[in-house]
């Protein structure tokens, strides 16, 4: 793959990443961020519990654009 066509491949994933996580995910209002320039996105995920958290991780985990998933910080609630 050319130079350019990752450059291309990289916007369309970046515009399109939070629509197709939010249409997936059961309306989940996430956050992108990225991607870096290895391709990685940090997304934000609104959990009100550990237990939400772990949920929406699994579900992104589950995506076939999902390479790896590596956990961040949970909401305080002891998760």
């Known amino acids: 793959m050319s130079a350019a066509e990752k450059m291309s491949r990289r916007d369309e994933m970046e515009t399109l990443l939070p629509f197709y996580l939010n249409g997936s995910l059961e309306g989940a209002e996430l956050e992108a961020v990225g991607p870096t320039a290895e391709g990685?996105?940090?997304l934000g995920i609104p959990?009100?519990?550990a237990a939400d958290y772990e949920k929406v991780l699994g579900l992104i985990a589950a995506q076939?654009?999902?390479e790896a998933v590596v956990e961040g910080r949970k909401p305080v609630d002891g998760g």
Do not use: G, I, L
């Open 64 to 66: 076939p654009f999902a």
């Open 40 to 42: 990685v996105f940090r």
């Open 47 to 49: 959990a009100a519990t």
